[in-house]
Each structure stands twice: as structure tokens, then as C-alpha cells.
Nanobody, 115 residues
Framework: QVHLVESGGGLVQAGGSRRLSCVASGSILSGNIMGWYRQAPGKQRELVARIYSGGNTDYADSVKDRFAISRDNAANTVYLYMNNLKPEDTAVYYC?????????WGQGTPVTVSS
């Protein structure tokens, strides 16, 4: 079993920055993919960014050039650096870990961007 705990959400003004963190514990295997998804009210959950164990990354077009994802494999931690935040970035952000056909989710941390 894998347990994911996010932190860093909160209220931020448009144009501001925020860093989200997610610590994974439990049966963490090498070769996993860690990432962040978000779900805004009334919308489906969507991928924000993900990072492979080797460091390759994928980003949603809406956050490219504003967000950056990184990971510390030794600490089983993934970060999401969010810059130039916009009101449309308001959502609950979920940490995700995928390994060998299994998906694990955190409880979510809300980010609210005020205009």
C-alpha cells in the first residue's frame, strides 16, 4: 500500500506563486511516475504535470511556462512550483503515484486564486 500526503495549498492572489509538496510512504517501487492532477468545481479531474523516475516531465498546455514539477527520489517527494497563478488555476490539487499498474491518490489540497 502507498500513502500520499499533500501540503501547500491555500489562498493566493492572481500573479502569485505557490509550492505544493507530496510525500509518499509505504511500498514505493523504483520506476514509478509521480504527478499532480487538479479538479475544479463542476469539471473533470485533469493532469497538471507528471514526472518520471528518470526525470522526464509532461505538462498540461495550460500550465506550461508557469508551473514546474520536480521530485526527490530519496525522499519520495514530488513538488509542484506554481508561478503567475490565475483564477482559472483554482482547484483541488491531487498528488498521484503510478507504479506497475496501480494508481494511488492523495486526499487533495485546495488552491484558490483570487483576482
Amino acid at each position: 500500500q502507498v500513502h500520499l500526503v499533500e501540503s501547500g495549498g491555500g489562498l493566493v492572489q492572481a500573479g502569485g506563486s505557490r509550492r505544493l509538496s507530496c510525500v509518499a510512504s509505504g511500498s514505493i517501487l523504483s520506476g514509478n511516475i509521480m504527478g499532480w492532477y487538479r479538479q475544479a468545481p463542476g469539471k473533470q479531474r485533469e493532469l497538471v504535470a507528471r514526472i518520471y523516475s528518470g526525470g522526464n516531465t509532461d505538462y498540461a498546455d495550460s500550465v506550461k511556462d508557469r508551473f514546474a514539477i520536480s521530485r526527490d527520489n530519496a525522499a519520495n517527494t514530488v513538488y509542484l512550483y506554481m508561478n503567475n497563478l490565475k483564477p482559472e488555476d483554482t482547484a483541488v490539487y491531487y498528488c498521484h503515484l503510478a507504479q506497475y499498474g496501480y494508481d494511488y491518490w492523495g486526499q487533495g489540497t485546495p488552491v484558490t486564486v483570487s483576482s
